[in-house]
């Protein structure tokens, strides 16, 4: 009788023992990595749309008044503004701008012909805002647009006070700047 007990004992624990490695956690598996950790890399500038606007007009709106003040024909008004968004995006994409963010949360924002920016980097609690912190200028604030493994759209939306026209009387300049980076070469 207790060699009839001892059997089906035996087959359960065979049985336990060779079910059981299936019900444990996959160690293979990896955890899918969090938002900061794939942005880590060097980011390089590829595209960017610049829409400006003065006192909440739009730049050609502005310029056109300004036309009409000063006797300015429309040829000149386009001009103007060509110069203008044509100036602001080659000035940024045309120094080749590359981002390195570091898994420390330290950036370095390099720009052909000019010192190299370094400071501290981090996402807002949503992950929806990408803030950079140099040392000595204040915050830029980005949104996150879209991220894809080798894309990142950014915006950065910035308002300042200015004088366009009238000396010490300030407009307010709102620079509203798309821009599309690509990751360089990698995951780094």
């Known amino acids: 009788m207790r060699r009839l007990f001892r059997v089906p004992c035996l087959i359960s624990l065979i049985t336990s023992l060779l ?22 890399g060097t980011w390089e500038l590829g595209s960017l749309d610049a829409e400006l606007s003065v006192d909440g007009e739009h730049l050609t709106v502005y310029l056109a008044q300004m036309a009409e003040t000063y006797g300015l024909s429309a040829e000149e008004v ?12 080659q000035q940024l994409i ?8 570091l898994a420390d949360q330290h950036f370095e924002l390099l720009s052909r012909g000019e010192a190299p920016v370094a400071g501290r980097w981090q996402l807002s609690d949503d992950e929806q805002q990408l803030h950079l ?17 080798d894309a990142l759209t950014l915006l950065l ?21 798309t821009m599309d980076w690509e990751r360089a070469g990698g995951n780094e």
């Open 94 to 101: 045309g120094n080749e701008p590359s981002l390195t963010l």
């Open 157 to 177: 939306d910035e308002t300042f006070a200015t004088n366009l026209s009238l000396p010490g009387v300030p407009e307010f300049l709102r620079a509203r700047l």
């Open 78 to 89: 386009a001009l103007a503004l060509l110069l203008i968004q044509g100036q602001t995006i």
């Open 19 to 40: 079910l059981c490695p299936a019900c444990q956690p996959d160690d293979a598996a990896e955890a899918i990595p969090t938002l900061q950790e794939q942005l880590v």
């Open 133 to 149: 912190l140099p040392p000595s200028d204040s915050t830029l604030i980005f949104s996150i647009q879209a991220f894809q493994e």
